[in-house]
């Protein structure tokens, strides 16, 4: 009879708990079903040109998500709204968008377009094992040897800057990963530069009209009218094999030769298991960041300080009376100055904020369905962030179209923020995984061009200043259109400091 009893009771409590657990499952689903998407515009195209204006506009009629059904894209303009999906839940919100284009062009094995997976989390492993703060100091050497054979190249050709710059971001990871002196006219280079502009096709929604139609073109033959784009997108792949391998083969030669060793070739003989990883981390910072010409991130981080400086002399002046009064005039600006320089902090931040290298970042690409702020944010969900329109939110950043590096100094904050406070670098677990050694280099060259060099506006036969515009490109990768700019040393000694740092 007690057994009986026993029994009954737990039988009741069993259908007690699964008639709980079916009314949460039923009202969830009850629940998804009142759920709707974001609201947004109904668009047969996405804007190619100046994207982010575009959305910034959208943003302005249907509030901080748009959500673009025909695309299944979630667009956002919002900071919170960033962090809150591509950090906190990161988890869901950090795959990409591996199309059969990306495919085509190699993207397989570059780290920032790979798909969040075991061979991602391995690949990124290596590659922040190199590339960690704790680690980036490594390259201080090249760093200096650099910036210094830039502002060299500065006083023996100042009208040649933008070829300067460029010469600096690519010699860079070429002599700090591979150990190579390497410079814009090889012709590797010339082939990586070639194809930057393609994996921007790839990336964004509406890069490749044609394909994007009418998808079943990638089975057809590239000669098909029509199917140029898989010529193109082919032509890409070949040259991220051969970036994969050239420089990587060199260095490992010269490390057995005996002639010079590099971070990645002692890393390969140490760790013959991640051989795969460390090429990887190779090609994604020579085709991704590293060397891409005019559209480097590096380079137009660099290209838009120059350009700040030229159209704000006032902020120039105060930049420099900062070093001349902190570090003097007889020795260049070093990483340890770093912290006692506030305001050339301040002014490498507002580069960073009204400039982002890579306006709407990559796409995140969500992996489950997901509800947030009441609504449906559906599995395979492209997230962009607008990082362009975030950092001129006027709610967060005073007229935010002006440059003010005064905004960082009298921050409660500060300028010296955390390097994840800077948006232009991403969000997320897909965060730039260079940021630290990028933010290194720009740093020390804002210091170092403001220390050596007074930048003006060129000016006419008649003297008169030839104003400059101030534009930047409208495509995935932003940077300054070329502009003219007077580049001197500041003084006779400016320049024999330059000049003397060939010695070092
Ligand atoms: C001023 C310079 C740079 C800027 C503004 C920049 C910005 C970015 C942005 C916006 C992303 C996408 C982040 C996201 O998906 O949320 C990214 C990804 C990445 N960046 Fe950078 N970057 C810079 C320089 C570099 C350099 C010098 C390197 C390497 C040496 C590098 C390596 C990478 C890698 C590997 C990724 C892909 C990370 C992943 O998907 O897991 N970046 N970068």
Redo the contacts with the bound molecule.
């Keep these: 009879m007690v057994s009986h009893l026993v029994i009954l009771i737990a039988s009741l409590g069993v259908a007690a708990l699964a008639l709980v657990i079916s009314l949460r499952v039923r009202r969830k689903r009850l629940d998804t079903t009142k759920l709707s998407y974001p609201p947004g515009p109904k668009v047969a195209a996405m804007p190619i040109l100046d994207a982010w204006v575009e959305y910034r506009n959208w943003g302005n009629i249907y509030g901080d998500l748009i959500y673009l059904p025909e695309w299944n894209t979630l667009i956002t303009n919002n900071a919170e709204v960033a962090v809150d999906l591509?950090e906190k839940r990161a988890r869901i919100y950090?795959d990409?968008s591996m199309t059969p284009i990306m495919k085509l062009c190699g993207g397989e094995n570059?780290?920032?377009?790979?798909c969040y997976s075991e061979k991602?989390r391995r690949?990124?492993r290596v590659?922040q094992q190199t590339?960690r703060q704790a680690a980036v100091s490594q390259f201080y050497p090249s760093q200096y040897n650099k910036v210094h054979e830039f502002l060299r190249n500065l006083v023996s050709a100042p009208d040649s800057f933008l070829e300067h710059i460029q010469r600096l971001?690519q010699g860079?990871?070429f002599k700090s990963?591979y150990g190579l002196e390497i410079g814009p006219e090889d012709p590797l280079a010339k082939k990586a530069i070639s194809i930057v502009g393609t994996f921007a096709r790839a990336l964004l929604s509406g890069g490749f009209p044609t394909y994007e139609l009418f998808p079943w073109l990638i089975y057809l033959p590239s000669w098909f009218p029509g199917c140029e784009f898989k010529r193109v997108a082919a032509q890409c792949g070949k040259i991220v094999e051969e970036v994969d391998t050239v420089p990587f083969n060199i260095a490992m030669n010269n490390l057995k030769d005996g002639i010079c060793t590099s971070p990645i070739a002692e890393l390969a003989v140490q760790k013959p298991e991640d051989l795969q990883e460390i090429k990887a981390?190779g090609t994604?910072?020579f085709i991704?960041?590293?060397c891409c010409c005019v559209m480097?991130?590096?380079m137009?981080?660099i290209s838009s300080f120059l350009l700040a400086m030229c159209m704000h002399p006032d902020v120039q002046a105060k930049a420099q009376e900062e070093i001349d009064r902190v570090i003097g005039r007889d020795r260049l600006p070093t990483f340890e100055d770093r912290r006692s320089l506030p305001y050339v902090e301040a002014v490498y931040r507002e580069v960073?904020r009204l400039d982002?290298?890579?306006p709407l970042?990559?796409?995140?690409v969500s992996t489950e369905d997901d509800f947030y702020r009441g609504y449906h944010i559906p599995k395979g969900c492209s997230v962009v962030?607008n990082?362009w329109a975030i950092n001129r939110d006027p709610n967060v950043y005073s007229e935010p179209d002006k440059f003010m590096p005064e905004r960082y100094t009298n921050s409660p904050m500060g300028p010296f923020e955390n390097i994840d406070n800077?948006y232009?670098?991403?969000?997320?677990?897909?965060?730039?995984?260079?940021?630290y050694?990028?933010?290194n280099?720009?740093w020390l060259t804002v210091a170092s061009v403001l220390a050596a060099f007074t930048l003006e506006k060129t000016k006419d036969d008649n003297g008169n200043e030839i104003p400059i515009t101030g534009e930047m490109t409208d495509l995935f990768f932003r940077h300054p259109r070329p502009y003219q700019s007077s580049i001197t040393p500041r003084s006779h000694l400016a320049g024999e400091l330059v000049l003397a740092t060939a010695d070092h």
């Excluded at 570059?110 to 790979?114: F, K, M, Q």
């Excluded at 970042?361 to 995140?364: N, Q, R, T």
């Design positions: 591509l950090s990409r570059l780290l920032s377009v790979e991602w690949d990124r590659f590339f971001s860079l990871v990963l981390m994604m910072s991704g960041q590293g480097d991130q590096t137009s981080s960073m982002p290298p890579i970042g990559f796409p995140h962030a990082i800077i232009a670098y991403g969000f997320g677990r897909r965060v730039c995984a260079g940021r050694m990028a933010d280099t720009v």
